[in-house]
């Protein structure tokens, strides 16, 4: 079972974010993870990276996607759901779905854990 899950719309956006940038596929990784911060306690990390360290990191793959995640995080990420969500005007990026997540703040980018 995989750690996170990606839906189709979130790995078209970040194979399209790959193309743009012209990052290979075979060195870039997707780095997703948590860390303490903002007003409920945790926010999401999630972004291209260039690095896996194969003793502090897991790898997971997805689509052709390489996901790396510390091994700290992926107790926080277990059963997570990356979708990207695109109304057109006024807002778009990536949501991410957790059923352990008890609260969240207003703007949605940090959540807290029981």
């Known amino acids: 079972m995989s750690t996170v899950t990606l839906t189709e719309n979130a790995v078209k956006e970040i194979k399209k974010i790959m193309e743009d940038q ?3 596929s075979d060195k870039t990784y997707l780095r997703a993870g948590v860390k303490g911060g903002g007003c409920s306690g945790f926010s999401w990390v999630f972004n291209l990276d260039e690095n896996y360290d194969e003793n502090k990191d897991l790898l997971e793959e997805q689509d ?8 700290r995080s992926a107790m926080y990420l277990q059963g997570t759901t990356v979708d990207y969500y695109d109304d057109g005007l006024m807002k778009r990026g990536f949501v991410f779905k957790n059923e352990a997540v008890k609260t969240t703040c207003g703007c949605g980018s940090s959540f807290s854990m029981e």
Do not use: R, S, T, W
């Not at 052709?64 to 091994?71: A, H, R």
């Open 64 to 71: 052709g996607l390489k996901i790396v995640m510390d091994k």
């Open 22 to 24: 012209k990052l290979a």
